[in-house]
């Protein structure tokens, strides 16, 4: 139905907007302002990057049909008319929802931008330290070898789909992977200069509030648009991701004023919750009731809290890494829980595919409702998901560095300078600079020499 396919593609360019410009913005902002532009440059060529990947072949290695057993897709492009204007399936989901009625380049951009965002989140793992050049190549492989199987175990049919494993949004696929792989990056990357951990200020909190901001609300498509269908389940997912997050967001502020040392809100602390109970809602919106919904971001919220003030003083590795946005925190470990509660939490009655004849509804149903076993498959859905994405991310890096040869880090040089070393521009050029190098440009491009005395008649 024509509702159904204006649907997916607004979803898709409200997640779309989520990371150009949100996260451009939302990070260019909590980064030091040295490194503001490199930041942006990162998150709009992640973007173009995965999109290029995704229709030459990343698609269908997630979406498409088994190339290894119930592992990955068989890589194919989906650049001709049918890939685009036929009608939308996943061969190996067929008969266990409803069928399709968008074309297929609705649910490829739909999911494309579910890609996108993934890498673009753990940018904030390594930020101020990777190479540009390094990171250029480190996405395609990554998005490849990562995403691509993370996307077909869960979504596409591929073994923890068939084992039962509940994952409305990416919780798992999307959050757990980017929280994950960023400290796995940021581990072998290694940290900032020691200069820069200590004066970490954000440069912007305007920005991060005009990023936030796009970025809960864009969060309506992200779990709005994933039962495909303008229905009565994309409905409760998108209530129940925005009573999550107030939930979450409230909650990390009280926890700042009543049991952090400065005993203050903070509009950062704030964020930290709004995004806890994004991603804690994430894999279950459209599996659960309001209640649960606020279970979710006032439990993940507690939880990545408490996680962020003690593991990086007192629990290794967390105290030896510089993970530097703390994505392991708000993505990794909220995504993690928000993934085990929907395994305690699910509710049979919310129906996300209502059965028609014979075919019967699908939901899910979790502890609380009687099925304990839906816990076990969460946690072992989340473990692969942890030992796969951090064995590929270390040697994705391991292969640029000592078969490519490439230093994984800026130059010393390119560190203590930040963006006009490495891009070229800043943020925030200063009249007095731009002046100087104005006059500079002006000189070069014209040089002047003396211009000789004449001499006249009188002489």
């Not at 061969?91 to 996108?116: E, N």
């Not at 793992?125 to 077909?152: E, H, M, Q």
């Not at 919904?293 to 408490?306: H, Q, R």
């Amino acid at each position: 139905m024509s509702g159904d396919n204006a649907w997916q593609m607004t979803a898709a360019t409200l997640v779309g907007l989520m990371s150009i410009p949100a996260l451009a913005v939302l990070y260019g902002g909590l980064v030091q302002k040295k490194w503001a532009m490199n930041t942006v440059m990162m998150v709009f060529c992640t973007f173009c990057l995965t999109l290029i990947t995704w229709v030459l072949w990343a698609y269908k290695m997630g979406f498409g049909t088994p190339l290894i057993s119930s592992f990955v897709g068989d890589p194919r492009t989906i650049l001709g008319a049918n890939a685009l204007q036929g009608q939308a399936n996943i061969p190996l989901l067929d008969g266990l929802m409803p069928h399709f009625t968008q074309p297929q380049g609705s649910v490829a951009y739909f999911q494309f931008v579910f890609a996108a965002i993934t890498p673009i989140l753990f940018i904030g793992s390594v930020v101020g330290r990777i190479s540009f050049k390094v990171w250029l190549i480190f996405v395609p492989l990554w998005i490849t070898f990562a995403y691509a199987v993370n996307a077909f175990l869960l979504w596409g049919g591929g073994y923890w789909a068939q084992k039962g494993a509940l994952d409305f949004s990416g919780g798992y696929v999307i959050h757990l992977a980017a929280g994950v792989s960023g400290f796995t990056a940021a581990w072998i990357v290694g940290p900032r200069l020691k200069r820069d951990r200590e004066k970490a200020v954000p440069n912007n909190l305007l920005f991060v509030a005009v990023g936030a901001g796009i970025l809960w609300l864009g969060w309506n498509g992200f779990n709005g648009g994933d039962p495909y269908f303008a229905g009565a389940d994309a409905t409760a997912a998108v209530v129940n991701t925005n009573l999550a997050t107030a939930v979450g967001m409230m909650t990390w502020i009280f926890m700042d004023m009543f049991f952090s040392k400065s005993k203050k809100p903070t509009f950062l602390g704030g964020v930290n919750g709004m995004i806890c109970g994004l991603v804690g809602i994430t894999p279950a919106a459209g599996y659960v009731n309001g209640l649960g919904a606020i279970l979710i971001g006032l439990i993940d919220a507690v939880i990545v809290w408490l996680a962020w003030e003690y593991l990086p003083k007192y629990v290794w590795p967390f105290n030896k890494v510089d993970d530097a946005l703390g994505v392991v925190y708000t993505h990794g470990i909220a995504g993690l829980f928000g993934g085990l509660l929907v395994g305690c939490l699910a509710d049979p009655n919310v129906i996300e595919y209502i059965g028609v004849g014979k075919t019967s509804s699908v939901s899910g149903a979790g502890l609380f409702y009687g099925h304990p076993h839906q816990l076990l498959v969460q946690f072992l859905a989340a473990l692969t998901i942890i030992i796969w994405d951090s064995f590929v991310t270390a040697a994705i890096l391991l292969f640029i560095k000592y078969v490519l040869r490439m230093k994984l880090t800026l130059s010393p040089e390119e560190l203590e300078i930040g963006d006009i070393a490495v891009h070229g521009e800043e943020a925030y050029p200063v009249e007095e600079t731009l002046s100087h190098l104005s006059v500079t440009a002006q000189a070069e491009a014209s040089p002047t020499t003396e211009e000789p005395v004449r001499e006249t008649a009188d002489d």
